[in-house]
């Protein structure tokens, strides 16, 4: 079985451009979360989506955007990007009590 | 400030010496989880502990949880390179009527020979 899979692995972008992450979650989950980490924060929740809905909301600016398809894929977006954008972003999908987590996709905002 | 709490920040531990590992809580617990990462990577999940008192082994690593102290410890016993990483609390904790699995802070783990 496929574990989640995120993508890109690494992308640099400049201030003010806008940006779209990738999770594919494993087969049969249909709960996805995302989470920021930064060295200062740490892993900082950004939202869970279960069913196409988004189900729980961290305290993020609404710059912080996500969606769900119905083969349970998901989507973050961030608009107008900020140097303090630059993370790991890592998304994670629940089976049962577990979360799996992918790789993550870093971001550096120069 | 953090809901969980993690000590120490960081440990260097000889190779073959025991550590453990602290996760206070400011919050009520509804299961707390224990976390691997390797530095740049995605968490690998060790083990979750739902009732108080309950304690739970995988190899070399052993978790409790105090619920009455709303904490959590880790413990790995002769340790080996492998043991190093990032290691990682998660509770499922309530806020504003909703529950959402929040993270310490981490304990950034070195074994040196």
């Known amino acids: 079985k496929a574990g989640v899979t995120q993508t890109p692995r690494y992308l640099i972008k400049t201030r003010g451009q806008q940006v779209t992450l990738s999770c594919s979650p494993i087969?049969?989950?249909?709960?996805v979360s995302w989470y920021q980490q930064t060295p200062g924060q740490g892993l900082q929740f950004l939202f869970e989506?279960?069913?196409?809905?988004?189900?729980n909301k961290g305290n993020f600016p609404g710059r912080f955007s996500g969606r769900q398809f119905s083969n349970s894929r998901s989507e973050m977006n961030v608009s107008t990007l900020e140097l303090g954008d630059s993370a790991l972003y890592l998304c994670a999908s629940r089976g049962g009590v577990k979360l799996f987590f992918g790789s993550g996709t870093q971001l550096s905002v120069l | 400030s953090q809901e969980l709490e993690q000590s120490p920040q960081s440990l260097i531990v000889q190779e073959g010496k025991n550590l453990t590992i602290n996760c206070t809580s400011s919050k009520t617990l509804y299961g707390l989880y224990w976390y691997k990462q390797k530095y740049g990577e995605g968490l690998i999940f060790l083990m979750m502990?739902?009732?108080?008192?309950e304690e739970k082994s995988h190899e070399k690593i052993t978790a409790k949880l105090d619920e009455k102290k709303q904490q959590s410890s880790l413990h790995i016993t002769a340790s080996q390179p492998s043991h190093a990483g990032i290691y990682l609390c998660?509770?499922?904790?309530?806020?504003?009527?909703?529950?959402?699995?929040?993270f310490g802070t981490g304990t950034r783990l070195t074994i040196i020979p």
């Open positions: 502990l739902q009732k108080g008192g």
């Open positions: 998660g509770a499922d904790i309530r806020v504003s009527g909703n529950e959402k699995l929040t």
């Open positions: 989506y279960f069913s196409e809905t988004q189900r």
């Open positions: 087969s049969g989950h249909r709960s």
